[in-house]
């Protein structure tokens, strides 16, 4: 079972950190739009066979939960419950959000763990591709935050430095899966990760991106299947790379919680795949049981 995890933008939602290149400089953003464009993006996924677990943020204050990638990391562990690595958030305004987390994360049989020392920004810093989990730090995640993490994570590892405006690896690498393919932007990742990503993956399999492609986003968009969910900002010229591999791009219209807010589609969920009947999911976190809410306000 695939699933994403994710959490609606509140009524009352509003950009408080401003911690990236494009919440920095924003406007006020239309909550109500937000949660349109939330709902919106979880049907996608949905629609193509994933399972939304949806977990309405219980304050206000809490504005960072709309971006769930930062919400924890799913990790198989042989002969047990799947575990449920949380995060140490840079920003003092998120930090409260991965006790409300690891609360459903209990709630659905997870084995939930703290990573212990540093700054460690979870599924944000993750990727998977052929086989190996890519771990990234240098942005936000820091180089003590990663190891600490990864005692938690099975398998190979391999470990990506990156830079600003890559805050996180999401932003340098964009696995895609279906086509065997690689989206990557040399300009923020440091030299000897770069060699290494060439080394274990093979030059063919990466198609780089310009800086300046990334700060449009242009490895936050979603795939999901042979399909790449992908906010409208991302350039035309990438979204027709991205076709040209046979693969579908659908566009989705994110003026609030991209283009102000500085999220992407794949940096509104943390990704997960478990065992048939390895987890429960709570009635109220199934979309069906979000999406009344958030369209009574339409």
Partial sequence: MELFLMSPPGRG????????FRSREAGQVDAR???REWLELARAIEARG???VALSSPSELLTGMPYAAECGQVVAREGAAP???????????RQAEKEHWASLARRMGFEVVEPGEGIWEAHG???HFDGATLLFWGGRT????LEAASRWIPGEVVRVRVREPAFHGNMALLPLPAVDRMLVCPDVIAAE????????????????????????????GLPVGRDLLAPSVVPESVKARVEALGMGVVSLDMSELCEKGGGSSRCLVSRA?????AVRIPDEARLSAVAKDIEADA
């Fill in 13 to 20: 939602w509003a950009l408080r950190g401003r911690n990236n």
């Fill in 33 to 35: 739009k937000a949660r």
């Fill in 50 to 52: 994933g399972t939304v």
């Fill in 83 to 93: 575990g449920f690595v949380l995060p140490r958030m840079m920003s003092a305004h």
């Fill in 125 to 127: 810093d993750v990727a």
């Fill in 142 to 145: 820091t180089l003590e935050g």
């Fill in 193 to 220: 990760s770069y060699a290494l990503l060439r080394e274990r993956f093979g030059e063919q399999r990466l198609l780089t991106v310009t800086e300046e492609e990334i700060r449009r986003y242009a490895t936050n």
């Fill in 273 to 277: 795949w478990v065992d048939d009947g």
